[in-house]
């Protein structure tokens, strides 16, 4: 009641303030009508006599049924000597037959009145020259859809006043639709919430709440709503959906339009410092409101707190904490502010994903039978309607025919069902037209007073001899053939739009600009999977220009280049200065130098290797550039990320403790085509494969540290692994395992251990080759790439100390035996893999690289370079598996295992390209895309990146496979 009464004593003060300039004639009951001479009371002295209006059919939409006046207003038109024609309309809310009764002239022709009043734009082939035209023109901000339509009034000397453009002296719009905007979208949200709540298996009170346009008037509606609410007082709101809040965002009319509707309802008010403490203990024998005013949710972003006036002059220098001290705790958002380009929005398209994410909550309650919320946030009434406003994912009105979508933390929109995932959206941007009748009467009443001043114009005459009040000369946008001067701005807006346009024009000509950085194995699927948005233009730049060629043939208009990354760095930083966007393919350990370039041009990159510490360092710099490094999007590391992180909170919001997590991934050969002595072929840098066999390892088990040292004793530490019986693997450590208590959050677990997958034998064969030295990183006298040629046979003789290469083979073998342990499937490894034959060696400085060339021609599978295959069709095989042992608040304990195997496609990619390739190219797209906006280095561990990934990853055909055991 008290915002009615303040409501009624503002709009008194209202009135007041405009009696001297625009006064309104008496109605029928007000005692006083015309005095027969010309001039009627409360005209402002103008004399009406002969002056013609005329009301126009509004034809923008089908849905389109309000009026700049309704009969009343128009039966006091006519009382004072108006002559009002309306032109026919059997759309209108109000019959042709009413404005008739109220003096009305209805005919088609409107071409005798001077002064043409409509409700929204008026298509250019029926503007009539010389005339005074008042309507919503949408120009002010110089939309490019609506510029033809102000060329032909300027052009047709047309005098255009803009309702929106009437303001008080502060300011504030004094005719305006808003307050029904907001009364009929609250209206649709609860009768959206009813059908959404419905499909999640609740049937509420909301059920019997149509949507607004159903009604004869906002009254019926209303009942319909105090009748709901009566059933939720009574306790007939099902427990399981639990408390509901609403926040509304804004005091202004929309937002008191729909709060109105909402006191309809049983409810309590709380301050936005309370809506966690109500999502988690309140009833649902009531609803819960909040309004959110600026102050609640915007700081400087610097010095923190909020300052009205520094806010208005300095947008760009606050953040807003909606999504983060609000939304979690909404179930229903109904949103009015205005917003404007530079502002702080609500909710980004991260937020969207976070707030979206799947909930196990205690404010979400699920009893035994009845099915759970998908999280807190319900639905969401955009009433201002601004597609990428304030609310960033609402890209799109809905419209009256299709009032509501499901939109996903996936960003996937569905028109067609309540049910499933996401939140339900309503964003019409004619909500008043639901309520036609009601809207009709507040606007025409909002403009009557100031009807009679306008009734003065005649375009034909000069502005300056017209004596307009300044509410109505500060509405009229042009006159005379030329934009008044308070908005001659449009045409300087107009041109820089232009300019915009023509960028932006320009841009899309050339898409946004990706530069990938190797074109190796793994760059393919990057590259076919972004080539699909054409908007995307690629740049492949290799050390190797065939390589680059090979994916420009095969996917018309990538760039192929060669660049030399180590030698032409200067070549490197002007292509990344050009790029939207970098992911680079690249050894990991040219990664910090593409970062510098990217952070000091401000461009976003994307890698699938390690976040190493060099990397790190950089953060701090790629921050205050503005700038996104996404790392760790391949295999390992990537997906292994993904499936860890969606299951291990999954856990913690069940209440569940990770008692150990134990993970292992590697790329293989398919089984058919691993039979050599590594039981391995390599689908990525053989060195890499073999360096890695020398590294150090750290893990965790049973609660102690276990470090395993550099330079060969990894493959002591190599295990049979059984979990899918029907292959023959072991697998060993991998790298620090014990940060990842620290990243995946998990301190509580006893055992943390990462480690690589190979078929057994494989580590066997690898002690030999390290035991005979043929692992050493250092350079060889006898690899000098100068010195004399040598073979294999004597290389290996010159290893073991033996002077004379013309031993015995027999005598070799047996020396060999000695050294590697004496194993004799060693010696038998490295006899096979061609290692004691007299074939030349390709000296390269160390044995390492020697070898690891010497293997890349003769254990490399048949497609590891660009997918292309040899003739017997070799594939390779991809396996990860996550081990969760699991204690559970009732008692129960849980052994969890996540399987994923992948196949690589003799006719298409390696199962190592696709599961390295696609996971960087879906991270870059998510970049580009804005679902990625945290700054500096990023890695995929929270669920707005990990979810939509593994989503993206199943419709490759990359999906894990799940199993649980309980005691």
Not at 221 to 229: F, K, L, S, V
Not at 697 to 717: F, H, R, T
Request: proline share 6%.
């Amino acid at each position: 009641m008290l915002l009615r009464v303040v409501a009624l004593s503002s709009r008194s003060k209202f009135f007041k303030r405009h009696r001297r300039s625009a006064y309104y004639s008496t109605d029928a009951g007000g005692g006083k009508g015309g005095t027969g001479a010309g001039v009627t009371e409360g005209t402002g002295g103008v004399n009406l006599q002969g002056k013609v209006i005329a009301i126009r059919r509004e034809d923008q939409s089908v849905w389109e049924r309000r009026a700049p006046f309704s009969p009343s207003n128009v039966r006091r038109l006519t009382r004072a000597g108006v002559k009002v024609i309306v032109q026919p309309s059997n759309r209108r809310a109000y019959p042709m037959q009413a404005y008739q009764s109220s003096g009305a002239v209805i005919q088609e022709d409107i071409s005798e009145a001077s002064v043409i009043f409509g409700v929204k734009q008026v298509p250019v082939d029926s503007l009539l020259p010389d005339k005074t035209y008042c309507f919503f023109s949408h120009v002010i901000k110089a939309q490019e859809a609506n510029m033809p339509l102000l060329d032909a009034i300027v052009e047709k000397n047309i005098r255009l006043i803009d309702y929106e453009k009437l303001v008080d002296e502060s300011g504030q719009r004094v005719v305006a639709f808003g307050k029904y905007a907001g009364v009929a979208g609250m209206v649709n949200i609860l009768h959206g919430l009813g059908l959404r709540l419905l499909a999640l298996g609740h049937h509420t009170p909301f059920m019997h709440i149509g949507p607004a346009h159903n009604y004869r008037s906002s009254s019926m509606a209303r009942q319909a709503i105090r009748d709901a609410g009566y059933e939720i007082s009574l306790g007939m709101m099902p427990k399981s959906v639990g408390p509901l809040t609403f926040v509304f965002t804004g005091s202004g009319n929309v937002s008191q339009g729909a709060q109105e509707v909402f006191q309809e309802l049983p409810h309590e008010y709380v301050p936005p410092d309370m809506l966690k403490k109500v999502a988690e203990h309140g009833g649902v024998n009531k609803l819960y409101a909040c309004e959110v005013s600026r102050r609640d949710h915007l700081e400087h972003n610097e010095t923190g707190g909020y300052d009205p006036q520094d806010y208005e002059e300095n947008p760009q220098n606050y953040i807003s904490t909606f999504s983060k001290k609000i939304a979690p705790y909404a179930s229903v958002i109904i949103n009015g502010i205005y917003w404007a380009v530079g502002s702080p929005k609500l909710m980004t398209i991260p937020d969207a994903k976070y707030l979206l994410r799947p909930a196990n909550t205690p404010w979400l309650p699920r009893s035994v039978g009845t099915p759970a919320l998908p999280h807190r946030m319900l639905a969401i009434c955009d009433i201002s309607a601004d597609p990428g406003g304030s609310i960033e994912f609402m890209n799109e009105c809905t419209t009256i025919d299709t009032p509501f979508c499901l939109y996903d933390a996936d960003r996937n929109k569905d028109t067609k069902s309540f049910k499933g995932p996401g939140v339900l959206v309503c964003s019409i941007d004619n909500m008043p037209t639901q309520l036609p009748r009601e809207s009709t009467d507040f606007f025409g009443d909002l403009l009557f007073p100031y009807a009679f001043d306008i009734l003065r114009s005649d375009a034909t005459l000069p502005l300056e001899k017209h004596n307009f009040n300044p509410v109505v000369h500060g509405a009229i946008i042009t006159s005379n053939g030329k934009l008044t001067p308070n908005f001659e701005y449009i045409q300087e807006l107009r041109m820089a739009n232009r300019r915009t346009q023509t960028a932006m024009l320009a841009r899309q000509a050339a898409s946004k600009k990706v530069l990938i950085l190797g074109a190796g194995f793994v760059s393919a699927p990057v590259v076919e999977y972004l080539n699909r948005d054409k908007n995307i233009a690629l740049t492949v730049a290799s050390a190797l220009k065939d390589e680059a060629d090979v994916l420009a043939t095969k996917f018309p208009g990538v760039e192929p280049v060669l660049v030399d990354v180590v030698g032409r760095p200067e070549h490197v930083e002007e292509m990344v200065k050009e790029a939207d966007l970098v992911i680079s393919l690249l050894p990991y350990p040219l990664h910090p130098s593409i970062a510098t370039a990217c952070i000091a041009h401000s461009k976003n990159m994307v890698t699938a290797s390690y976040c190493s510490k060099e990397m790190q360092e950089l953060n701090q710099a790629a921050m205050d550039a503005g700038v996104t490094i996404v790392n760790e999007v391949g295999l390992d590391p990537g997906i292994d990320h993904l499936l860890a992180l969606e299951c291990l909170d999954e856990i913690h919001q069940g209440g569940g403790k990770v008692e150990s997590f134990v993970s292992y991934c590697g790329g293989l050969p398919a089984p058919e085509f691993s039979d050599n002595p590594l039981r391995y072929k390599f689908s990525w840098s053989p060195r890499g494969v073999l360096l890695n066999t020398l590294g150090a390892a750290k893990y965790k088990k049973n609660g102690q540290i276990i470090e395993v040292e550099q330079g060969g004793s990894l493959m002591d530490s190599a295990v049979p692994l059984d979990f899918l019986p029907g292959f023959n693997l072991e697998g060993f450590p991998n790298r620090d395992s014990t940060a990842y208590t620290e990243l995946y959050r998990i301190p509580e677990a006893k055992t943390v251990l990462r480690g690589t997958i190979r078929f057994q034998g494989f580590s066997d064969t690898i002690k030999g080759i390290i035991s005979l030295g043929l692992l050493d990183p250092t350079s060889h006298p006898a690899l000098h790439p100068k010195g004399p040629d040598i073979t294999w046979r004597q290389f290996v003789c010159i290893l073991l100390g033996e002077g004379d290469s013309n031993i015995f083979y027999e005598n070799l073998k047996q020396k060999i035996y000695d050294r590697v342990g004496k194993v004799k499937s060693r010696v038998l490894g490295l006899e096979e893999l061609g290692l004691l034959k007299d074939d030349p060696v390709l000296k390269l400085s160390t044995p390492l690289d020697t070898l690891s060339h010497f293997l890349s021609k003769k254990l490399v599978l048949g497609y590891f370079h660009q997918g292309h295959k040899l003739e017997q069709g070799e594939r390779d095989l991809v396996i990860l598996r996550h081990n969760l042992g699991i204690s559970w608040p009732d008692g129960r304990r849980e052994n969890r295992g996540i399987s994923l195997v992948a196949y690589g496609d003799p006719n298409g990619y390696s199962a190592m390209a696709k599961t390295v390739g696609y996971p960087a190219a879906i991270a870059a797209k998510m970049i580009l895309d804005g679902e990625i906006q945290t700054k500096g280095m990023v890695l995929p561990f929270t669920p707005d990146i990990y979810r939509p990934m593994l989503n993206r990853l199943k419709a490759e055909g990359i999906e894990s496979m799940e199993k649980s055991h309980f005691k």
